[in-house]
């Protein structure tokens, strides 16, 4: 036991508090087999840690000893409510004669990993998955989330509570999946982490064009998911996205305007971050047993070690895009092929397949396929063709920095023109 | 806990279906029933009538109908009461179902008071580690 003054030691609280709090709650939902149930337990065994520990010294194991504390303090709470409903009695009495395990470090990284599974389960919403993982494992409130997805309050609310009942009610377990049933759920967590992401990087709408905090807030999520589990799609994952944050300073321009890749200022894209991401996407892909994220986050790699879009090697990325089109045929992923075979074999060839892709009804109102159209045309001096898709996916663009990005691009043509 | 298990077909393609093949779906969803029976993991098993036969009621007028719930493609023809110890392992009962294209499976706990009863035996019970 040590001891402070009242001071240090909340201090201390807090600073156990950002470290440790997560870890547990993961425990806590564990022994209790509630959320909220464990939310307020966390809450009671901090609580009793600031008053305990100025008279008492700080425990030597300060996290068991919250984990104890809210075990206590939970048992307490559902004899207070058994006044008014027996089976919470029926369900202390079960907590009380619980030993609850060991607390090595290694049974808590398992729980962390569990919240995880448990939270990103498949069995919840999509928006959910992603409320509820932002809630429980990065301790965000519900009042950051809604703003972070530009939601209502109470709608993130009431998903969170939502997904919070059906895990009870529908008997979701809190477990890591074995290992048949691994890759499936897995890929689950992945598609949540990288929905966070995507919306922190790509905001979907309003004007600012990104969302920091989202986005930083997925790559810890990746690390974390990384020392928990070492698997190459998540170690793909997490270079992936630290290969797309690495250009983020050049993919503004002063007015907060995108850019797009050819002419984004490489000398500001974060050379720590690409060699970070490199590395990983690499491990993942000599391990053989790699998916989605980490062919995408090849392909990101090519493009950060490129001194300039004429530099890319552009044959290496169609082949990316090959072996990603067969792990996953999807329109956007041709789409973004038939660009890079243009920039590999001319405008020309790029524009067949963009065609094509439309006279097959593919992504007609994507205004990305329309922008794609209209910078082939524009390469290929056909102006009022090229104007024509500019307006097409200007109109298909919601208000914001996206739509006003193709007004210019519209405007630049129109003042060649004359 | 106790799941029950909505199994929706396409009557349309199950009247097409040729007569051999329907007694093999048939025998087929009748092993699965006999298998997890053996391990107590099913209660129950009924095939229903076809929707044609179904009458809904309702406390808005119309107050009758003819016809099922739900109007949609695919109908209730199949319900069995399952009893698993969690979501997962529920799921991965009704997964074993072999209906192929004919439909799905719609796994729903019972109302939560026979739920959290159900729980509170269970508990009270030597406690089983998982």
């Known amino acids: ?111 962390r990993l569990r919240l995880i599974f448990t939270c990103c389960h498949p069995a919840l919403a999509a928006d959910a998955r992603a409320a509820l993982t932002l809630r429980e494992i990065c301790d965000l409130t519900t009042e950051e989330i809604a703003r972070a997805f530009l939601t209502p309050t109470p709608t993130v609310a009431q998903r969170i509570v939502r997904a919070k009942n059906k895990i009870r009610d529908a008997g979701i377990p809190y477990r890591v999946p074995d290992a048949a049933e691994l890759a499936e759920r897995l890929e689950s967590v992945l598609q949540v982490i990288y929905l966070v992401f995507n919306e922190g990087y790509y905001a979907s709408a309003g004007e600012s064009l990104t969302r920091t905090d989202l986005s930083a807030e997925a790559i810890r999520l990746g690390r974390l998911l990384l020392a928990l589990l070492p698997d190459p799609e998540v170690r793909g994952l997490l270079g992936l996205m630290l290969l797309i944050e690495a250009r983020r300073a050049a993919r503004l321009d002063a007015a907060g305007d995108p850019v797009l890749l050819e002419h984004q200022d490489r000398g500001r894209w974060d050379r720590a971050a690409i060699a970070e991401g490199c590395a990983l996407v690499e491990q993942a892909l000599g391990s053989g047993r790699f998916g989605v994220y980490s062919l995408q986050g090849a392909i990101a790699a090519v493009h950060a070690e490129a001194a300039s879009a004429e530099a890319t090697d552009w044959a290496q990325i169609v082949g990316l895009y090959d072996v990603l089109l067969r792990a996953q045929p999807s329109p956007v992923v041709a789409l973004n092929r038939a ?32 922008a794609a159209r209209a910078d082939l045309y524009r390469r290929l001096a056909r102006p009022d063709q090229a104007r024509e898709s500019y307006r097409r996916a200007r109109d298909l663009s919601p208000e914001g920095a996206q739509k006003r990005f193709y007004e210019r691009r519209l405007e630049i043509l129109e003042s060649a023109v004359e | 806990m106790d799941y029950l298990c909505l199994i929706y077909l396409d009557e349309a393609r199950l009247a097409a279906l040729p007569r051999s093949e329907l007694e093999s779906l048939v025998s087929a969803i009748g092993v699965w029933e006999g298998r997890l029976r053996q391990h107590r993991q099913c209660l129950a098993l009924h095939r229903l009538g076809p929707s044609r036969l179904a009458t809904t009621v309702r406390a808005r007028p119309p107050r009758l109908h003819d016809g099922p719930c739900a109007g949609e493609r695919e109908q209730l023809s199949v319900v069995a009461l399952i009893r698993a110890p969690d979501l997962d392992q529920a799921l991965q009962l009704a997964a074993a179902l072999p209906l192929g294209a004919l439909g799905g499976v719609e796994v729903r706990p019972l109302a939560m008071e026979q739920t959290r009863q159900a729980c509170a035996t269970a508990m009270t019970a030597p406690s089983r580690r998982g």
């Open chain 1, 1 to 111: 036991m040590r001891n402070g003054n009242d001071s240090t030691i909340a201090a201390r609280v807090a600073a156990l508090y950002r470290s440790d709090s997560r870890r547990v709650l993961a425990t806590l939902i564990r022994l209790l087999g509630d959320f909220d149930l464990a939310e307020e337990a966390l809450q009671d065994a901090f609580t009793a840690a600031l008053a305990q520990w100025p008279r008492q010294g700080e425990p030597a194991n300060p996290r068991a000893w919250l984990v104890s504390a809210g075990r206590f303090k939970a048992i307490d709470r559902l004899r207070r409510r058994a006044r008014f409903d027996a089976s919470r009695e029926q369900l202390a009495q079960h907590l009380e004669m619980q030993r609850p395990e060991s607390d090595d470090d290694a049974s808590v990284e398992d729980d």
């Open chain 1, 339 to 370: 660009v890079a075979m243009a920039m590999r074999d001319g405008p020309q060839a790029g524009l067949a397949l963009i065609e094509a892709q439309l006279d097959a009804g593919e992504l007609r109102d994507y205004p990305l396929i329309h």
